[in-house]
């Protein structure tokens, strides 16, 4: 497997499709190409498996790192019926998506502190969505891209995917 990036997309080159299919869930798109479809790289396969990677996915890996980090902001963007009947990620904060052009734009450092506990994300910080299964984290993740949070990203797997992953690694 090799890394490359071509204006500031991310890809990953695998000579076996068999590698392809293993690649998780930051898979995208996918085409077979030509090495010289690939223009200033130095491939000499024949033919490879080429994936484009969406860069604003978030791993179970990712968001298990993310508990507790104060740079890190994990956003469950359910409505607070979901959630009281489900639960949710330890140390996330909960925005309805609905709310979080509201939130991120408007509402005050010390007024965001106030209701959630934490101090406000800068663009800077890395803000984490998620849902039940990725609709709305989608949604939320790309208004927050367009209001300049550029570290946005989104849980797809949601949480159903964080709870399942958890009863696994508990029952091992």
Same mark, same amino acid.
């Given at each position: ?6 204006? /500031?997309?991310?890809?990953?080159? +695998?000579?076996?499709?068999? +590698?392809?299919?293993?690649? =998780? ?6 085409? !077979? ?6 223009? =200033? #790289? ?13 860069? @604003? %996915?978030?791993?179970?890996?990712? &968001?298990?790192?993310?508990? $507790?980090?104060? *740079?890190? !902001?994990?956003?469950? &963007?359910? $409505? ?6 489900? /639960? ?10 609905? $709310? ?14 106030? *209701?959630? @506990? ?15 299964? =990725? ?7 790309? &208004?927050? %891209?367009? %209001? /300049?949070?550029?570290? #946005?990203?989104?849980?797809?797997? /949601? ?5 399942? *992953? $958890?009863?696994?690694? *508990?029952?091992?």
């Amino acid at each position: 497997m090799m890394r490359y990036r071509r204006n /500031g997309v991310a890809f990953i080159i +695998n000579q076996f499709q068999n +590698n392809f299919c293993k690649q =998780g869930p930051n898979i995208v798109k996918a085409n !077979i190409v030509q090495s010289s479809q690939i223009n =200033g #790289s130095n491939l000499t396969i024949k033919q490879n498996y080429v994936t484009k990677i969406d860069e @604003h %996915l978030a791993t179970y890996e990712e &968001v298990a790192k993310s508990v $507790n980090k104060p *740079k890190k !902001i994990i956003v469950d &963007v359910r $409505n607070q019926d979901e959630i009281k009947t489900t /639960g949710q990620i330890p140390s996330s904060i909960n925005i309805p998506v609905k $709310n979080i052009q509201e939130v991120l734009e408007s509402m005050s450092e010390a007024e965001f502190q106030r *209701k959630y @506990h934490r101090r406000k994300p800068s663009q800077s910080d890395e803000l984490i969505f998620y849902c039940k299964s =990725g609709k709305r984290a989608t949604e939320a993740t790309n &208004v927050a %891209l367009k %209001l /300049g949070y550029y570290k #946005s990203k989104k849980y797809l797997p /949601g949480w159903d995917g964080w709870n399942e *992953k $958890n009863k696994s690694y *508990k029952n091992t």
